[in-house]
């Protein structure tokens, strides 16, 4: 049973009649096209000067639906002659998917470059070819299957798409195939927090802030409400990444202001802003009372709306366009050669398109006018994110720009990177009573003046290492903290600790090889590279297993003071190994 049939199935089951109009009401021209294998409408408002340039909003439809039924629920071209943009109706194919879904669910249409995502990208930049399209106003939405694909569109090219709008949607890479779709569709996805980490490394080096609105429905018994609320929580984690690097709160999942509000002769609905720390509304959910799985506010003339919700496709404007901090008159400065992967070091200019003042960071916090100054070029020889923007004389001040630089330090050795092994690695406690088991890699102490309550336990593989190894380094994604801990120590043990490379009770005091062979402080970032001493390296076994022991140094009191790392079973944020071996 393909997923296409049970997104068809359930649209019919919500909506209890459905009417197919031939056209749009409104006066500009609404033309067809193709690109990779799809078909696409797009709609140029009566008013379009080509001397002139707009911005591009893309629509991307629901299950069983077409751009005619799309456009004609949304109001879209409507809208868009009121205030003058161009519209996008990329167009699934019954052949793709047998009821016109977007295969927002499967791995192949997940990632730049490749399936939907690169057609749907393709096709704006066609767009852009024939028409005068403002490059940083193109603003991607959708309904459901169409929702999700743009949460997609938005993670795989931050650099093309400067917002996002999702109904009735789901987090990005909610499900992987089939079955799991339908269980994301039914009970919300993954964890959020992981979910934004992989959102931020599929933009790469285009990572960019990005304004995210969602509307859901409290009875939408399709795509439940939990994913709504997933989207924001997924969204925070990754605006958050791309403001700062890190994950520490520049942006959260907590409604900075929540507003109740009625339709007269409709429905009630919330509306809930989500500040960054720059004041700005970075994220916005519009939570519709007693609606359905729909378009909030569309027009009984297309399908799958709701006519009594607030009006979906105004509010996005109305969001995008506040969102909008693009200044015409502000100078616009480059950054040469631009972001990506280099090896050793490489030296970045920064020129402005006008005599201006340019402010930068190299650590990935966001510059102020009270930010180094640019006046000369730049040597990055580390990884670094760059930020930047200009200021001209007049006080005109340009959006800050982001540029991702990796550099390969070219050493003459093969790295490898081992990952822990899930269900081995997590945690052990002093005593039977605090418990012990796989997942979280915690350390640090209950509280009650107790002290040194939890050992993180790390299991590898080293077995499949087949050169001597020249330096390694543990590196832990933090989960969460909590109170205070001062410094942590770590301990190797060539082989197991106890009888089982699982975890168990004796872990917590099994002698390793060699005891406290370093100690770090707590990571105030995403993650911590811990190095091995090269005394320690000779205890990595290279005919089995290694693990490490982590404890924690805390001031013992009332409160708990802990610090969780992610374990091994999740995906993409587990601890590694990384190892440079000398050829």
């Not at 005891?515 to 105030?524: A, E, G, K, M, V």
Request: charged share 15%; hydrophobic share 30%.
């Amino acid at each position: 049973m393909r997923m296409g049939w049970l997104f068809g199935v359930m649209f019919l089951l919500v909506c209890s009649s459905v009417v197919y109009p031939s056209s749009t009401s409104a006066a500009g021209q609404f033309t067809s096209g193709t690109y990779g294998g799809k078909t696409y409408k797009v709609y140029v408002p009566n008013q379009y000067d080509a001397a002139q340039s707009y911005p591009l909003y893309v629509m991307l439809h629901g299950c069983t639906q077409d751009a005619n039924q799309f456009a004609a629920g949304t109001q879209m071209n409507t809208l868009a002659n009121e205030k003058g943009f161009l519209v996008l109706y990329p167009e699934q194919s019954s052949s793709a998917n047998s009821n016109k879904c977007w295969n927002w669910f499967e791995t192949s249409h997940q990632s730049r470059g490749s399936g939907e995502p690169s057609v749907i990208a393709g096709m704006v930049q066609k767009i852009q070819s024939n028409y005068s399209i403002q490059q940083e106003q193109v603003y991607v939405a959708g309904l459901s299957a169409g929702a999700a694909m743009s949460v997609i569109m938005g993670a795989t090219y931050p650099d093309v798409f400067s917002g996002i709008g999702v109904g009735a949607g789901l987090e990005y890479k909610a499900a992987t195939n089939t079955s799991s779709a339908f269980s994301a569709m039914s009970g919300g996805g993954p964890d959020p927090t992981l979910q934004g980490r992989a959102a931020y490394n599929a933009m790469g080096s285009r990572a960019d802030l990005l304004p995210v609105i969602v509307f859901h429905g409290t009875s939408d018994y399709t795509v439940k409400p939990i994913n709504g609320d997933q989207v924001i929580s997924q969204w925070a984690v990754t605006n958050d990444l791309s403001a700062t690097g890190s994950v520490n709160g520049w942006i959260d999942d907590v409604a900075d202001n929540t507003e109740s509000l009625q339709i007269p002769g409709g429905r009630s609905y919330t509306v809930s802003d989500y500040n960054g720390q720059d004041d700005k509304v970075w994220m916005k959910k519009v939570i519709v009372q007693s609606m359905g799985h729909a378009w909030s506010g569309g027009s009984s003339q297309g399908s799958y709306t709701d006519p009594q919700g607030p009006n979906a496709s105004r509010m996005m404007w109305e969001f995008f366009n506040s969102s909008d901090t693009t200044d015409p008159n502000a100078p616009v400065t480059t950054a040469t050669p631009s972001g990506g992967t280099y090896q050793n070091s490489v030296t970045v200019e920064l020129s402005s398109s006008e005599t201006a003042t340019t402010y930068y960071t190299t650590d990935g916090t966001a510059p102020t006018e009270l930010s180094q100054v640019y006046s000369s070029p730049i040597t990055i020889t580390k990884d670094t994110t760059l930020k930047y923007f200009s200021v001209d004389s007049n006080g005109n001040t340009e959006t800050m720009k982001t540029e991702n630089y990796i550099i390969e330090t070219g050493m003459p050795n093969e790295t490898t990177t081992l990952l822990s092994i899930g269900n081995e690695d997590g945690f052990v406690g002093q005593y039977t009573a605090d418990g012990k088991g796989s997942g979280s890699v915690t350390v640090g102490d209950k509280g009650m003046y107790n002290s040194d309550t939890y050992r993180g336990m790390l299991s590898f593989d080293t077995s499949v290492i087949t050169e001597s190894i020249q330096s390694a380094k543990i590196r832990l994604y933090v989960k969460a903290k909590q109170g205070s801990v001062s410094s942590l120590e770590l301990d190797i043990k060539k082989g197991i600790f106890g009888s089982s490379s699982s975890i168990e009770q004796a872990d917590y005091i099994s002698a390793p090889t060699q005891y406290n062979i370093t100690s770090f402080t707590p990571p105030s970032g995403e993650y911590v590279d811990v190095e091995i001493p090269s005394s320690s390296l000779p205890n990595i076994n290279l005919s089995g297993y290694t693990q490490f022991r982590l404890k924690a140094i805390t001031t013992a009191g009332f409160n708990p003071s802990v610090i969780e790392f992610y374990g091994g079973e999740s995906v993409g944020v587990e601890p590694k190994l990384i190892l440079n071996e000398n050829e």
